[in-house]
């Protein structure tokens, strides 16, 4: 976190709630984006984000700088994300071999000439996303939150191991078997990461849509608000790395999602119910 963030910790644990609000907003993306990448569902991510902001501004006091800021709050997320009851995507969740006998390998569709480039090119978004984010289910949640953290948010394993209370030696070792299960997978099935692979997203998605059909105000991820976390660096420049930087390029060049516009209006009125007071 930047040292305008650190000011308005201060400032918020001073109570001024303008700058409360204002920490709210700086820190929602990343909470709910995390959020997200754990839960997977869009409704779920939101409401256990809603969850988090609510323990970090009432806890706020506790924090003691002792640690960066972003360490704590992550630490805030990371234990109620650990603890918090399993949601429908969750408990639906497939074992890697199950997941991969999900997988429709042997429907290579074709796209119908009617329809549109754009929805192709959103749907095969989708599929890419969505299966991505499916696969992360099938790790367990603390192999998961590590996979995530370094990956996909770029904190250090010493910061990873502050955010779950472990040993540094514990959390690479759990960071080691998450990254090993992602890659067994993707090495094997992705044709994103090896071409002759047998699943590709425009096979995938042009058999989805002949057989089951699909609109676009039924994607959860393709049509999310985000901002592309690299800039708009296309995924042909895959093919000029090696596996393991493919496989974590996949990730990281998933958009950051941007949390729904609710939570500062949430706790603004939290705020003001003077039900609550920072800790």
Not at 229 to 251: C, P, T, V
Request: with cysteine; hydrophobic share 40%.
């Amino acid at each position: 976190m930047t040292e305008q963030i650190e000011m308005l910790v201060r400032k918020a644990k001073d109570g001024d709630k303008n700058a409360l609000e204002m920490l709210v907003e700086a820190i929602q993306n990343p909470i709910y984006g995390l959020a997200l990448r754990m839960l997977y569902d869009p409704g779920d991510a939101e409401d256990a984000t809603q969850e988090i902001l609510v323990k970090i501004i009432t806890h706020l006091g506790t924090f003691q700088e002792q640690s960066t800021f972003s360490t704590w709050m992550y630490r805030v997320a990371a234990n109620h994300l650990l603890t918090t009851r399993k949601r429908r995507a969750e408990r639906e969740a497939l074992s890697f071999d199950a997941y991969e006998q999900s997988l429709d390998l042997e429907a290579a569709g074709q796209w119908q000439e009617s329809q549109s480039d754009t929805l192709q090119k959103l749907f095969v978004e989708e599929i890419r996303i969505s299966c991505l984010q499916g696969l992360l289910l099938c790790l367990d949640r603390e192999h998961r939150l590590a996979f995530l953290l370094v990956d996909v948010f770029e904190v250090n394993s010493e910061q990873g191991a502050a955010i779950l209370d472990i040993t540094a030696s514990a959390f690479r070792k759990r960071l080691s078997r998450a990254r090993s299960r992602i890659q067994e997978f993707l090495t094997k099935n992705c044709g994103l990461i090896h071409p002759e692979n047998p699943c590709s997203c425009e096979y995938h998605a042009a058999s989805q849509l002949k057989t089951q059909g699909f609109h676009d105000d039924q994607m959860l991820f393709a049509n999310h608000p985000c901002r592309l976390r690299h800039g708009d660096r296309a995924i042909y420049r895959l093919k000029e790395m090696d596996e393991l930087n493919r496989i974590g390029w996949l990730y990281q060049h998933n958009p950051d999602f941007h949390a729904p516009g609710v939570f500062i209006e949430h706790i603004r009125r939290l705020v003001n119910s003077g039900k609550y007071e920072l800790l």
